[in-house]
């Protein structure tokens, strides 16, 4: 059986964005669960537009909808109306309402994992002409491993907002005072070393942070890589289920006691957005996660460790690489009667103007990372990122199956298996895991369900009936 090439991550956070540059439009009303409304609404006129736009709560996204005032007054007749969900709700939401064709929204926030499934079954717009043809947009500008991993045939189907792989940040002050070094390389041996050593409950500080919120955007992201570089993988060659190997056994187990033995407390419900608050208000030694944390683990107005944070790449065990490759993007559901407008926003939201925006409204610091190369030749985003723009770069090049997975693999993906079926899947996995995590059960028996989910999925490969 030949998929379709996906790239491979996830995340999102509970802060939202205070410009320290200009005071922002009205966002007081916004949640993580609430339409944020804008525009004239009920008393547009019949010209005006109003668009639907469903996007991921993670500090850049709020950052956007700040910033919202710069598209509007270049868009008189254009209303926008943002639904701002978690990630775990996100995800559902807009895969219910395009998978059904609802066409609740015009702008959709997906990634490389759903857009070429997507659009080979026709759920949404093909972008090629449209960023090919709009003035200064230059597709050509992003990132070239991004823009194959969110193309069709291709044709791009979605636009990158913000692109990633991952790293590992550490506190450099905090390692030298305890005469630390960390190798150019790391392994999982390595971390586990280090954060029993600076590991101090006592004081609420953990050795490192990790992800355990059920989700297969959420635990299943760093964990995947893990299994990944421990030799382990979710299916074998001929679909053969394999999460009761003796390797993913390994990978999951070591992850899991890493996290209870020196994590922070409350790992089992630790998502991207609590790592990220712990990590940058000082409270973690180590975390390994999306290189996006950049965005707010250096800037000043919400990070207590900016200048203070040196980033190496992801840990392995028995490969060379163990990053993945991932990317929030932009797309138009085919059900949208304003894909015109709709393509508007995208592209406002996804063009060089808008990282310049960012830059000189917010602070550079919080410019989305790993969409555009122009980004990373901008020497006001170079003077702010010089700790870590090479290091993402670097694991964003280096996130490919020949580097990070052992064996042979039939699907496409890193930390995702590149199907349909794996939002389910790897969802239900998770939550054994998350449940490992919690105490809830052991490792062998949350290998044990998740082995029996794996196997179901796998019987339909095996049969040839996908």
């Given at each position: 059986?030949?998929?379709?090439?996906?790239?491979?991550?996830?995340h999102?956070?509970?802060?939202?964005?205070?410009?320290?540059?200009?005071?922002?439009?009205?966002?007081?009303?916004?949640?993580?669960?609430?339409?944020?409304?804008?525009?004239c609404?009920?008393?547009?006129?019949?010209?005006?537009?109003?668009?639907?736009?469903?996007?991921?709560?993670?500090?850049?996204?709020?950052?956007?909808?700040?910033?919202?005032?710069?598209?509007?007054?270049?868009?008189?007749?254009?209303?926008?109306?943002?639904?701002?969900?978690?990630?775990?709700?996100?995800?559902?939401?807009?895969?219910?309402?395009?998978?059904?064709?609802?066409?609740?929204?015009?702008?959709?926030?997906?990634?490389?994992?759903?857009t070429?499934?997507?659009?080979?079954?026709?759920?949404?717009?093909?972008?090629?002409?449209?960023?090919?043809?709009?003035?200064?947009?230059?597709?050509?500008?992003?990132?070239?491993?991004?823009?194959?991993?969110?193309?069709?045939?291709?044709?791009?189907?979605?636009?990158?907002?913000?692109?990633?792989?991952?790293?590992?940040?550490?506190?450099?002050?905090?390692?030298?005072?305890?005469?630390?070094?960390?190798?150019?390389?790391?392994?999982?041996?390595?971390?586990?070393?280090?954060?029993?050593?600076?590991?101090?409950?006592?004081?609420?500080?953990?050795?490192?942070?990790?992800?355990?919120?059920?989700?297969?955007?959420?635990?299943?992201?760093p964990?995947?890589?893990v299994?990944?570089?421990?030799?382990?993988?979710?299916?074998?060659?001929?679909?053969?289920?394999?999460?009761?190997?003796?390797?993913?056994?390994?990978?999951?187990?070591?992850?899991?006691?890493?996290?209870?033995?020196?994590?922070?407390?409350?790992?089992?419900?630790s998502?991207?957005?609590?790592?990220?608050?712990r990590?940058?208000?000082?409270?973690?030694?180590?975390?390994?996660?999306?290189?996006?944390?950049?965005?707010?683990?250096?800037?000043p107005?919400?990070?207590?460790?900016?200048?203070?944070?040196a980033?190496?790449?992801?840990?392995?065990?028995?490969?060379?690489?163990?990053?993945?490759?991932?990317?929030?993007?932009?797309?138009?559901?085919?059900?949208?009667?304003?894909?015109?407008?709709?393509?508007?926003?995208?592209?406002?939201?996804?063009?060089?103007?808008?990282?310049?925006?960012?830059?000189?409204?917010?602070?550079?610091?919080?410019?989305?990372?790993?969409?555009?190369?122009?980004?990373?030749?901008?020497?006001?985003?170079?003077?702010?990122?010089?700790?870590?723009?090479?290091?993402?770069?670097?694991?964003?090049?280096?996130?490919?199956?020949?580097?990070?997975?052992?064996?042979?693999?039939?699907?496409?993906?890193?930390?995702?298996?590149?199907?349909?079926?794996?939002?389910?899947?790897?969802?239900?996995?998770?939550?054994?895991?998350?449940?490992?995590?919690?105490?809830?059960?052991?490792?062998?028996?949350?290998?044990?369900?998740?082995?029996?989910?794996?196997?179901?999925?796998?019987?339909?490969?095996?049969?040839?009936?996908?």
């Open positions: 059986m030949s998929l379709r090439r996906t790239g491979a991550q996830a999102h956070s509970t802060q939202p964005r205070r410009s320290r540059k200009r005071t922002t439009t009205a966002l007081a009303a916004l949640s993580s669960a609430v339409m944020v409304l804008t525009g609404g009920a008393n547009a006129s019949a010209e005006r537009e109003e668009l639907v736009v469903a996007i991921v709560s993670n500090p850049q996204m709020q950052d956007a909808i700040s910033l919202q005032e710069d598209f509007l007054q270049d868009h008189p007749n254009i209303d926008v109306s943002f639904v701002s969900l978690p990630e775990n709700e996100a995800r559902a939401k807009i895969t219910a309402s395009v998978a059904t064709q609802g066409g609740e929204f015009d702008v959709v926030m997906i990634s490389n994992y759903e070429p499934m997507w659009a080979e079954n026709g759920w949404i717009t093909n972008l090629q002409d449209y960023a090919e043809n709009t003035e200064g947009y230059n597709p050509d500008d992003f990132l070239p491993n991004i823009s194959d991993a969110l193309s069709y045939e291709g044709d791009l189907h979605s636009v990158p907002f913000y692109g990633e792989s991952a790293f590992l940040a550490y506190r450099q002050d905090l390692f030298d005072e305890a005469g630390l070094t960390m190798p150019e390389q790391p392994t999982w041996e390595d971390i586990r070393g280090f954060a029993e050593e600076l590991h101090a409950p006592e004081e609420d500080f953990s050795g490192i942070c990790l992800r355990g919120l059920a989700g297969w955007g959420e635990v299943m992201a964990l995947g890589t299994i990944n570089t421990y030799g382990g993988r979710w299916f074998d060659e001929d679909w053969n289920a394999t999460l009761d190997s003796p390797e993913v056994e390994a990978a999951v187990t070591d992850y899991v006691d890493l996290v209870r033995n020196y994590g922070q407390p409350g790992a089992a419900t998502g991207y957005g609590e790592c990220i608050t990590y940058s208000q000082g409270g973690a030694a180590m975390w390994f996660d999306a290189t996006a944390m950049v965005s707010t683990v250096e800037d107005a919400s990070s207590q460790v900016v200048g203070k944070t980033y190496a790449p992801a840990p392995v065990n028995k490969t060379e690489e163990a990053g993945w490759l991932y990317s929030w993007s932009l797309a138009i559901p085919q059900t949208s009667e304003h894909k015109d407008s709709a393509w508007e926003f995208i592209s406002w939201m996804t063009s060089p103007e808008y990282i310049e925006l960012v830059g000189n409204e917010i602070g550079w610091e919080r410019v989305p990372p790993g969409s555009r190369a122009s980004t990373y030749e901008n020497p006001e985003y170079a003077a702010v990122a010089e700790a870590y723009a090479e290091p993402t770069l670097d694991a964003m090049a280096a996130a490919s199956q020949e580097t990070s997975i052992v064996g042979e693999v039939p699907y496409t993906g890193l930390q995702f298996v590149g199907i349909p079926e794996f939002q389910d899947l790897g969802t239900r996995v998770a939550q054994q895991i998350s449940a490992a995590i919690a105490g809830q059960k052991t490792v062998k028996e949350a290998l044990e369900q998740s082995q029996q989910y794996a196997e179901t999925v796998a019987g339909t490969y095996q049969a040839g009936e996908n």
